[in-house]
């Protein structure tokens, strides 16, 4: 079964030639079906493969050669797949939380005019997010990763002509997105070119072998130049600013892309690369303190947030800030645990968020609420989400955020301390977000009227999260630890805590929770010293609302200056310095032409007598040289 | 079939004559299409001496005296280089054709017959062992060209023709006293055996003299920062087909003189005189990446795009190891490929709109959608998005560049970041956004026909075929590339 690999990326490839060729032909219908069966088959493959993918103790995973892609002297890259564990564990969620989605989206997107070529960048999303886990080099990786790139750029953008008060221009947004990834990129470009030249290969087994071998290498300078990789397409800082504004893309892509998959692919490239990081504290701090920062800052501007959408962006900004803390802390396995729970119900808080928007067109919470009554089913999912994100007991979310946070303890009592009270935030902005859109009463009447249920296409997907979101922590259960040993292979044994810590680290956890959630129900039933708090918190609520003045120093310092720069290189360096040489020096010559055609009576000979005159006394010049 | 190589000069320069002479358009038109086709089927013969190419030989020589009492003589012969570089310029010749067939109708008798004339200069300069030979094309190239400009161009093509005219002469004029110089110095005219002897044989002044007077002529052809000027105004103003010879071709002649008769020939001054190349690459990526970006003028931004992407190429050879100059080389192809591309998706807009302003436009992608995809992958190419072809190159330079500097490559990459930044600020600025002019709306704009999709798929079809399986020519290049480098 193994060796059919290839056939993953086929079945994806397969259904965008398929629509694209054929797309107008078909119909709606055919080409919906044709875009998520594929997918749909891509996770049934994936997971007949599973049995002999996860009981294998070969820890180096199976390598599908395809063909030999550059021979360059030395340099050798292959097309060619692993599977392994890790990059198996990562196919079964971008297939399957994929498929879930493609069939929402069929829903989501009815009536849409580009409907067609909305599936088609959607399988041409999962072909690239395939090929990126499934690589077997960092070039081959990278393929993808530029490529979800791109297909984000398409989605985000995908309605290129639209705009609104809160996005701008939707195609700005899918600019900036593709741009700020590039900067990452380059981390990359950059990270593979010193590894090739000490190591002699991008294959990951072999240049894992020479760290084994005890190759020297700066692992430091490595791991950070993958950290802006990582910093770029897991939106960590100062590289998180594309991500709030990729919200402009239909809400399917949000949850599939911005949520769920492509950008936990920096999460990937850590784990695939942990022996890098355990060779460099330093890097590995760094890491630790961009990844809580991160988680921290991101949840402040996630509780000031008006709109629901934009709640659950900086939401995942900040939870991807857990899993780099995870991973940066040594926890490789726990940080793609907490990327798999995490998919499962930030997968679910925005697909209830679009049947929200579905229904009603705003996603504005100061105009929305009540909607429980109407939207029952939605709202019970959108519960289930919240109580996984803020990490309430039993549920997903709990266990393995838990698990980074133990992590951590380990490493810092003060990365903890930071790690805990995001936790608290995390909670509060979660349950702020249910109570304001589905709690109380609808504060717009208008909109309320027309709400409906959305249909069985958009629910059955919803559902199926729920149910994922409520169990998968099961799949790492304390003690259990599934996953981590199914993982063991690939990243290296991690030994858990000691087991009474774990325990009271897990109550604290618990109680910050509940208090997040205590904290929301005291706000909303008015209680009165809930607004001295409030009236403390104000210079941070100040500073959230204004996104910490991140984007006001892009926006209003660096872009300015490099359009600056350009208008004075063009007009400046270019038209006069350049030119004026130019244009002066021609000017030059044809005074002394004309000087000369007194002489000469015509140009031809002037020119034919100045070029002899001229070339012989160079000639000399070299003679003399020899 | 020693006589492949005159064939592929004679073919076109014979059809040049007949076009010229031919009565109407209808028979004009078929036969510059008929005629540049075989000369490209012709060319894919240069690929039958596959092992040779392989093994890094030179193949198909052919030799005839000329004037034999100094040494001239007519020697053509092809590598691994060369073989790409005219297969390039085989291969986009009946795309500009094709283009000039549908859209020029003033005296395109002389405009085909100086097209053809193009194509037989290129290729001379690509084949020829002779270093007067070499000259002669290199210069030849020019008449054409002027013509081109001065006679088809737009409103300031007068000034644009002269100024490219001037720059390149002065730039040549130098090299001409250098060959002069190695013949007295080596008594022959014989590039190989040249680059055998000159280098234990010449002083140092004399390369020093020699390699400036050689990287001259050809930085100002590249162009390399900052004799770059020329460029955005013979571009703006040549026609579609001008521009895409001028961007697909005619710029590598630069390089690959850098690295045909610059490297070999005076390799110690090369090697002192590399770190100024990088530099001056490193601004030029930069630079022409910054200014493009502000550009007005569809046309000048791709120009200006040029300057950046031809100092990639730059930067590969100045670096001198088989990744980045192998790089190069391919990114030679790319680089003719993705911006001929370009020049022709410009084209085919200014041929409806007659503008080439990016105000004039926006929202494209709803009245044209086959237009605005296929741009979106030409722009992809130029970009360097790995799975097409601009990717590798781009990608092995760097790699190339770092086993030297690693701080040359940081800089280069930044190349990367303003590459997405102005192509796609482009696109954005054509394709997306609301329709603002009732020219370009739904029913109005007419999307890409079946003739003018025959000259763009083929271009996007060999982006995907070079960006995936790039050994394709990389196992003719790299050996020509390692037996080149000292």
């Known amino acids: ?626 | 079939m020693d006589f492949l190589l005159p064939l592929l000069l004679l073919l076109p320069l014979a059809g040049a004559v007949v076009v010229a002479l031919l009565g109407s358009d209808g028979p004009r038109k078929a036969l510059a299409m008929l005629v540049s086709l075989a000369t490209f089927g012709a060319s894919l013969g240069l690929l039958q001496n596959g092992s040779a190419l392989t093994a890094g030989e030179a193949v198909l020589a052919f030799q005839r005296p000329w004037f034999p009492e100094v040494g001239l003589s007519l020697h053509l012969a092809a590598d691994g280089i060369s073989v790409w570089l005219v297969l390039l310029t085989t291969f986009i010749m009946p795309i500009a054709i094709g283009f000039s067939n549908r859209f020029v109708s003033d005296r395109l008798g002389q405009h085909l017959a100086l097209l053809l004339l193009m194509e037989t200069a290129m290729v001379g300069v690509f084949l020829a062992q002779d270093l007067v030979l070499f000259y002669t094309f290199f210069e030849f190239t020019l008449i054409p060209m002027y013509f081109l400009i001065g006679q088809w161009g737009s409103e300031n093509r007068v000034y644009a023709a002269l100024k490219f005219v001037m720059y390149t002469l002065l730039g040549s004029a130098l090299m001409l006293v250098a060959i002069v110089a190695i013949f007295v110095q080596t008594g022959t005219f014989s590039i190989p055996e040249i680059a055998a002897t000159l280098p234990a044989t010449a002083g140092s002044t004399f390369q020093v003299l020699g390699f400036l007077a050689f990287a001259l002529a050809f930085a100002v052809k590249i162009p390399l920062f900052p004799f770059h000027t020329w460029l955005p105004d013979a571009h703006v103003q040549a026609p579609t087909a001008g521009s895409i010879i001028l961007a697909g071709v005619l710029l590598k002649m630069g390089t690959y003189g850098l690295l045909r008769l610059a490297m070999p020939f005076f390799p110690e001054a090369f090697a002192s005189y590399a770190p100024l190349l990088i530099v001056l690459s490193l601004i030029g990526i930069v630079y022409g990446a910054l200014v493009a970006l502000k550009q007005q003028d569809v046309k000048s931004l791709v120009a200006y795009s040029s300057v950046s992407h031809m100092g990639f190429i730059v930067l590969g050879l100045a670096v001198a190891n088989t990744q980045a100059v192998s790089g190069a080389v391919l990114q030679m192809v790319n680089h003719g490929l993705s911006t001929g591309a370009l020049f022709l998706m410009v084209g085919l807009l200014y041929e409806r709109r007659h503008t080439r302003l990016f105000s004039e436009f926006g929202g494209l992608w709803k009245s044209v959608p086959v237009y605005c995809g296929l741009l979106l992958i030409t722009a992809l190419s130029s970009v360097g998005l790995p799975s097409l072809n601009g990717f590798v190159g781009e990608f092995t330079i760097l790699l190339g560049a770092w086993q030297v500097s690693p701080a040359a490559a940081a800089v280069a990459s930044t190349g990367v970041i303003l590459a997405a930044w102005y192509l796609l600020t482009a696109f954005r600025k054509l394709a997306q956004g609301e329709i603002r002019h009732q020219e370009n709306e739904v029913g109005v704009l007419p999307d890409l026909q079946r003739s003018e999709l025959m000259m763009i798929v083929p271009l996007v079809v060999m982006f995907f075929v070079i960006g995936l399986y790039p050994n394709l020519l990389l196992d003719h290049i790299v050996p020509a590339v390692e037996i080149l480098l000292p």
């Open chain 1, 1 to 626: 079964m193994i060796s059919l690999a290839w056939l993953l990326l086929l079945l994806p490839l397969a259904g965008m030639l398929i629509n694209l060729v054929l797309g107008r032909v078909i119909g709606r219908r055919a080409t919906a079906v044709v875009a998520s069966g594929t997918v749909g088959g891509a996770f049934l493959l994936a997971l007949s493969m599973a049995p002999a993918v996860f009981g294998s103790h070969d820890h180096h995973g199976a390598t599908i050669h395809l063909w030999n892609w550059i021979d360059m002297g030395s340099l050798h890259v292959p097309m060619a797949l692993l599977v392994d564990p890790l990059s198996l564990t990562m196919v079964l969620v971008v297939t399957g939380v994929g498929f879930l989605i493609h069939v929402y989206a069929i829903g989501y997107m009815e009536g849409d005019e580009r409907f067609n070529r909305f599936f088609l960048y959607l399988n041409l999303f999962i072909l690239a997010m395939l090929l990126l886990v499934l690589g077997d080099s960092f070039l081959t990786l990278f393929i993808g990763w530029e490529g979800v790139g791109l297909a984000s750029f398409l989605l985000i953008g995908f309605w290129f002509d639209r705009e609104d008060d809160l996005y701008g221009s939707f195609a700005d947004c899918g600019k900036k997105a593709f741009i700020v990834n590039r900067i990452g990129d380059v981390g990359m470009i950059l990270a593979m070119a010193l590894i090739w030249s000490i190591v002699g290969s991008l294959e990951f087994n072999e240049v894992f072998h020479a760290l084994e071998a005890g190759i020297t290498i700066p692992a430091t300078a490595v791991c950070l130049l993958l950290l802006l990789a990582v910093a770029g397409k897991s939106a960590q800082f100062p590289l998180y600013v594309w991500l709030p504004d990729a919200m402009a893309g239909p809400t399917p892509v949000s949850a599939l892309i911005h949520a769920a998959t492509m950008v936990t692919a920096g999460i990937y490239l850590m784990a695939r690369t942990h022996a890098f990081w355990e060779l460099s504290a330093t890097a590995s701090t760094t890491a630790a303190w961009v990844g809580v920062g991160t988680a921290f800052v991101a949840g402040t501007m996630a509780l000031v947030q008006h709109d629901l959408k934009k709640v659950l962006a900086y939401s995942t900004v900040s939870q991807l800030g857990y899993m780099v803390l995870g991973a940066a802390t040594g926890a490789f396995a726990l940080a793609i645990f907490h990327l798999v729970t995490h998919a499962f119900f930030k997968a679910l808080l925005f697909l209830s968020a679009g049947s929200v928007q579905h229904a009603t067109h705003e996603l504005d919470m100061r105009k929305l609420g009540g909607l429980q009554q109407k939207m029952p089913g939605t709202a019970r999912c959108f519960l289930i989400g919240v109580l996984a994100l803020a990490g309430i007991p039993i549920f997903s979310g709990f266990f393995s955020k838990d698990a980074i946070l133990l992590s951590a303890f380990g490493k810092s009592p003060l990365l903890y301390a930071v790690g805990l009270i995001t936790a608290l935030i995390t909670s509060v902005y979660a349950f702020r977000a249910w109570w304001l859109t589905f709690n109380g009463t609808p504060r717009d009447q208008e909109i309320h009227s027309h709400v409906h249920e959305s249909g069985a296409l958009m629910m059955v997907p919803l559902w199926i999260l729920a149910g994922l979101a409520f169990v998968g922590g099961g799949l790492n259960l304390p003690v259990a630890l599934t996953l981590e040993r199914a993982l063991e292979g690939v990243l290296g044994h991690h030994t858990p805590p000691p087991l009474q810590l774990e325990i009271s680290l897990l109550a604290v956890s618990a109680v910050v929770a509940v208090t997040g959630w205590w904290l929301i129900r005291s706000t909303y039933h008015h209680a009165g010293w809930i607004d001295s708090v409030k009236a403390t918190m104000k210079p941070l609520t100040k500073t959230a609302r204004n996104r910490w003045y991140l984007d006001t120093l892009y926006d209003d310092g660096l872009v300015p200056t490099l359009h600056a720069a350009s208008q004075w290189f063009t007009n400046v360096v270019d038209r006069i310095l350049i030119d004026g040489i130019v244009n002066g020096s021609a000017q030059l010559a044809m005074n002394i032409s004309r000087q000369a055609r007194r002489v000469n009576n015509g140009q031809v000979p002037t020119y034919a007598l100045s070029l002899f005159v001229g070339a012989t006394v160079l000639v000399v010049v070299f003679w003399l040289a020899v």
